[in-house]
């Protein structure tokens, strides 16, 4: 396991350096195949060739999988083999795309710092943090602390879109050096949910930003799916290549 993971991320991290995508991080404890989605759509609906992470591919293995697009192998040694040689072909192949949109996934002390090792987004969003990985770690803090290394590997020049009603995420977001944009249902959110309502074939949604209030109607269930579709927004609106 220890040579493969070497070996997969330095392939691509050439990989990104020869190719020099876009690249969009998705973290949080919960939610991230959904605002993947929603971002995904919303940049393909401008015409991007976009490439999210297949199923929940976001650990020390799986993320460089989702960058050179390789299946895994799971635990089997001989699945793993024709995965080894097709690697270093993937790294030069002609349709690479402009923008990838990546999960980064946090469940153990340390995992965040490797995976910023491998790539570094320039656009990340963080969906919420809650205690479902937090056995791993001393406290909340200690977790919490996993995505304020995100944070940091912005630098100035990034965007951060967070989850708002999460004071833990606001308030380390808070210190963020990049634009830091916030979706949440308080009136001090750039994006505020408000009127939220179930309907017989899913839920509208009034919001309001400081150009105008609008509302929505999506046929999902659950405020996630609204905070989903609103990342996918503002990132449309961001990109420009």
């Known amino acids: 396991k220890f040579f493969l993971k070497i070996y997969l991320k330095y392939l691509t ?20 195949y959904f605002v993947k989605e929603e971002v995904k759509n919303a940049l393909m609906s401008k015409d991007y060739k976009v490439r999210s992470a297949p199923k929940n591919f976001n650990t020390e293995i799986g993320l460089p999988l989702s960058v050179l697009y390789l299946p895994s192998g799971y635990n089997s040694y001989k699945a793993w083999l024709p995965i080894i ?13 402009k923008i990838l949109i990546l999960e980064l996934g946090a ?4 995992d965040m710092k490797y995976l910023l090792t491998v790539i570094k987004p320039q656009i990340a969003i963080i969906t919420d943090i ?12 200690e977790l919490v602390g996993e995505y ?8 100035n020049s990034g965007l951060l879109i967070f989850n708002n009603d999460n004071n833990r995420i606001a308030t380390i977001a808070s210190r963020a050096k990049c634009e830091a944009v916030s979706i949440g249902s308080t009136k001090d959110a750039d994006w505020q949910i408000t009127n939220l309502n179930t309907v017989e074939d899913g839920q509208e949604a009034i919001v309001k930003n400081k150009n105008e209030t609008k509302q929505y109607k999506i046929n999902k269930f659950g405020k996630h799916h609204v905070f989903s579709l ?12």
Do not use: C
Request: net charge positive.
């Open 13 to 32: 991290k050439l990989t990104i350096a020869i190719h020099r995508p876009l690249i969009i991080g998705i973290s949080g404890s919960v939610n991230k």
């Open 85 to 97: 040689f097709k690697a270093i072909p993937a790294i030069w192949k002609k349709d690479f795309p």
């Open 107 to 110: 469940s153990e002390p340390g």
């Open 130 to 141: 809650t205690q479902r990985y937090v056995e791993s770690f001393s406290d909340m803090d």
């Open 148 to 155: 304020e290394k995100l944070i940091a590997k912005l630098g």
């Open 230 to 241: 609103i990342a996918g927004i503002v990132i449309k609106n961001y990109v420009e290549l």
